[in-house]
């Protein structure tokens, strides 16, 4: 029996509905289940996590690292400031040593003046002696000849004989007046003879020292020089590994490091320039202070001198019955040469050479950038009395190659009394001027000119750029 069309149909409607609805629940039952799983997930995410925390021992090790780190630091910038302090030192020390020997060869040069000098002093004693010897000799010998008393004596004008004559006053009586007074001539000359011989020995063992001194200056001098041209070159390669150490610490490059180095350094170089301007302009001030209080009393002295000629002629009038007097001139203050500017002008009055303050001014500007040599005077090399020396001996003044010398030999001033020209001095005991070991040439507005040290050329500074000046002088 054939099944009908719309039966089978519907079966198979059916059993299609079926496998569909089932289907259907299965991808429901998925998603439900899906969904069950994200929102626990979701779930977990949005819940915030709980906190790293150090142990405090970790803190501890993390606080030590940091100090330590930063103690390194700041060591190693307290080295490299106590290097650069050291050749500073350094550089003091080769002066001095260098000023040293310029005073020893000073003193052995004039220890030679005085033994030769002594020496012509012995010569020329012995010379007079030997001439009144013979004159004695000859008026002996006369007398002899002429059978006088003064022949049985004859004997003793010998080289000795005088003294033993002086001792027997018999004989002396015997003597006539004009052989006693040629043998008080000759016996006094005989002394001072035996004196000047003795001056001349003493001169030479002077000389001897003298030499022995100078050449012990010598040698110190060379050793501190070559002490610090090897710190120079030590503390050279110390700042290089200082600076590296420095760049690992901070985490930076080595070009970073050295930069930050060198600008914490000109930072210092800066502050130092600020204080010595500070201090040159304080003492400018009280220059122009000192100068106004000078031309008030000049012209003070001027106005009171004009009063009393004015009162002078006023009675002299008086007594010629009011006929007017000739006039007398009185030469003014500062016709001397000084252009009454206390020596600021541009010929540098105020100096016992009139205008040669700027001549040697002048000499020492066309010196600057030589290079400092100790124990040189010259042309292109200097040390700092060689340097004043030439500078002052171009303007018609001689100076010794010795800083103390040149202080004792020129007149001393005061700090407010410099001029363009005028010599500035440091020693190591202030109160002391024969502890100078360095000089300056003083130009105004608190700036001079000098050969530093070793290293170093001739250049302008402030006065007050190093440490302060102790003494003042004009040549």
């Excluded at 080769?94 to 012995?122: F, H, P």
């Excluded at 052989?179 to 011989?197: E, I």
């Excluded at 700027?358 to 009395?385: E, H, K, V």
């Amino acid at each position: 029996m054939r099944t009908p069309l719309r039966a089978t149909s519907g079966g198979r409607v059916g059993s299609t509905g079926k496998t569909g609805r089932a289907l259907l629940s299965g991808v429901l039952a998925i998603c439900l289940a899906g969904t069950m799983v994200i929102q626990p997930l979701a779930a977990e995410a949005a819940k915030p996590k709980p906190p790293v925390i150090p142990s405090k021992a970790a803190v501890e090790r993390a606080k030590q690292a940091a100090a330590s780190k930063a103690g390194q630091v700041a060591a190693i910038e307290r080295r490299l400031a106590a290097a650069n302090a050291r050749l500073e030192q350094l550089g003091i020390q080769s002066g001095i040593a260098d000023e040293a020997y310029n005073g020893a060869v000073y003193r052995l040069q004039q220890a030679k003046a005085e033994a030769a000098a002594a020496a012509a002093r012995a010569t020329e004693a012995e010379k007079t002696l030997a001439t009144q010897r013979a004159q004695i000799g000859r008026f002996a010998a006369a007398s002899y000849q002429g059978g006088g008393d003064v022949a049985k004596i004859a004997p003793l004008f010998t080289a000795n004989g005088p003294q033993d004559l002086l001792d027997s006053a018999g004989a002396a009586r015997s003597v006539s007046a004009a052989m006693q007074g040629s043998y008080l001539r000759f016996s006094a000359t005989q002394v001072m003879t035996n004196l000047f011989k003795v001056q001349a020995d003493q001169a030479v063992v002077k000389v001897k020292k003298a030499t022995d001194e100078a050449a012990a200056a010598k040698k110190a001098a060379e050793d501190a020089e070559a002490a610090q041209s090897a710190a120079v070159t030590a503390i050279g390669v110390q700042r290089t590994q200082s600076i590296a150490q420095l760049a690992v610490l901070q985490n930076i490059s080595v070009k970073v490091a050295a930069q930050r180095q060198a600008g914490l350094e000109e930072l210092a170089r800066q502050r130092a320039a600020a204080l010595a301007a500070k201090k040159a302009a304080e003492l400018k001030r009280r220059i122009a202070a000192r100068e106004a209080a000078e031309r008030r009393a000049e012209a003070a002295e001027r106005a009171r001198e004009a009063a009393e000629q004015a009162r002078e002629e006023k009675e002299e009038q008086k007594q010629n019955h009011g006929k007017k007097p000739p006039k007398h001139h009185k030469p003014k203050p500062g016709n001397d040469g000084n252009d009454g500017n206390g020596g600021n002008g541009g010929n540098g009055g105020g100096h016992s050479s009139g205008g040669s303050a700027r001549d040697a001014i002048n000499f020492a500007l066309r010196q600057l950038g030589d290079m400092y040599l100790w124990g040189a005077t010259g042309p292109s090399r200097w040390d700092c009395s060689g340097l004043t020396q030439g500078a002052w001996e171009r303007a018609g003044v001689q100076l010794p190659h010795y800083s103390v010398a040149q202080y004792e030999q020129i007149q001393h001033i005061d700090e407010d009394e410099l001029r363009p020209g005028d010599l500035i001095f440091w020693a190591t005991n202030p109160s002391d001027p024969g502890t100078i070991h360095h000089v300056a040439m003083y130009l105004g507005n608190g700036q001079m000119i000098h050969a530093p040290r070793t290293g170093k050329p001739v250049q302008i500074d402030s006065v007050y750029y190093w440490i302060p000046p102790n003494f003042f002088g004009r040549p």
